[in-house]
């Protein structure tokens, strides 16, 4: 099975068929896709201008659409070797039991649904690298009232989503399923408080 590095390599390269350069493309999104893979697809088609069923896009545009990808991916990789050295240093002092955003990392290793988007149409507008950031930031602070990634004040919660954790706090706005560890605990009660306001 390709990695993501030799699969980039297809997308780049202008000896491959222009089918099979889409095709790597979408493949790409199997190893790394921020907003899961539907709606990280529908992000990097509306952002770079090609349609999400277009069998013959610009080459340009598809590109572009991978570096994009690869700027998110290499925001992602560094925090995950902060990370990983982070919880060696834990353990060696003797904290073995992992925490709360420790939790919600090992349900998104590897970049797949870090900031998971259940509608695949509702997504973040911003670059991808720029949302990573976004949420790396609110891990690494004190827990907030709202969207670490649009400011966003509407968070309702929701069940059954197509993600693990599969319930918790959406952003009305942006669409991301917001981790709970950069929420208060006030601002979870308001969330679940919105999901019992909306009609059935």
């Known amino acids: 099975m390709a990695g993501f590095r030799s699969l980039a390599r297809q997308v780049r390269d202008p000896r491959c068929d222009l089918a099979l350069r889409r095709y790597s493309l979408r493949k790409c999104l199997e190893r790394f896709a921020p907003y899961g893979h539907r709606a990280t697809w529908d992000h990097l088609c509306s952002r770079w201008g ?60 590897g970049g797949f649904g870090v900031a998971w988007c259940d509608d695949p149409r509702l997504h973040p507008r911003e670059p991808l690298a720029e949302v990573l950031r976004r949420l790396i930031a609110a891990l690494e602070r004190e827990p907030g009232e709202v969207c670490p990634v649009c400011a966003g004040e509407q968070l309702t919660w929701r069940y059954d989503l197509d993600h693990e954790p599969s319930e918790g706090p959406v952003c009305t706005d942006c669409g991301i399923l917001v981790p709970c560890p950069v929420l208060t605990q006030e601002a979870l009660t308001m969330a679940r408080r919105e999901r019992l306001l909306v009609p059935a």
């Open 50 to 109: 090609f349609g999400p069923e277009d069998r013959s896009p610009d080459p340009a545009r598809l590109v572009a659409a991978l570096d994009e990808l690869e700027e998110a991916r290499k925001v992602w990789l560094a925090y995950e070797v902060e990370f990983a050295a982070r919880r060696r240093k834990e353990k060696h002092d003797g904290l073995r039991r992992p925490g709360y955003v420790d939790d919600w990392h090992r349900l998104t290793w």
